[in-house]
């Protein structure tokens, strides 16, 4: 970086991060759990799970709208110094900063097997489909005004990787055709060969 530009990580991208470990893991913990009787049954376990499932995915999803909105209204430019982060290293720094937490995070869901089979593990399944949702949401937002979101990498060392943490400022802004990730974070497509 030259010039004070900045480096800077796609918003959709940081929320998306997330999203695979704790589907899989959720799903992993839960069919371990069905395995478990467990003090309530299973039954029962795999009921409330699902229930949980639901709550944290709407949860997740619908959490901090205001903030993210506020931000890509105010958003302004990317300088012309400022460095774009690729994809592969934004979910991959997220995932380093993250990886003792998903790790408690998963042994908690299997843990909870033993009381409530299958229900921890739905617990997370569905913190991961609720980033999915909310990384969908933020791509028909950056669609609509026809930019990307990006965010300074240094604000997300310093919120643990929260896009919309107290540590960031602002969001700048990008026309669609830059970085490698489409709107909402997934991998861009290669156009086809005609």
């Known amino acids: 970086m030259t ?3 900045q480096g800077l ?3 959709a991208v940081v929320v998306r991060a997330g999203a ?3 589907w899989w893991l959720g799903v992993v913990a839960a069919g371990a759990g069905v395995l478990v009787p467990g003090l309530t049954g299973r039954r029962i376990g795999v009921l409330a799970g699902a229930a949980l499932f639901l709550v944290a995915a709407a949860v997740v999803a619908y959490g901090r709208r205001g903030r993210y909105r506020a931000a890509a209204r105010s958003a302004v430019r990317a300088g012309r110094h400022d460095v774009l982060q690729d994809r592969a290293v ?3 720094n997220w995932r380093r900063g993250h990886r003792w937490w998903l790790l408690l995070a998963f042994l908690a869901a299997l843990g909870t097997a033993f009381a409530v089979p299958a229900a921890g593990g739905l617990l997370l399944a569905g913190c991961g489909a609720g980033l999915w949702l909310k990384a969908a949401w933020i791509g028909r937002l950056e669609r609509a005004d026809e ?3 990006w965010v300074r990498v240094d604000w997300l060392r310093a919120g643990a ?3 919309a943490g107290k540590a960031v400022k602002g969001y700048r802004t990008t026309g669609v055709a830059a970085g490698d990730a489409a709107p909402g974070g997934a991998r861009r497509r290669a156009p086809a060969l005609v």
């Open 3 to 5: 010039r004070g530009g």
């Open 9 to 11: 990580a796609r918003v």
């Open 20 to 22: 695979a470990p704790l």
């Open 90 to 92: 934004t979910v991959r």
């Open 147 to 149: 930019v990307l979101l």
């Open 161 to 163: 990787g929260r896009p």
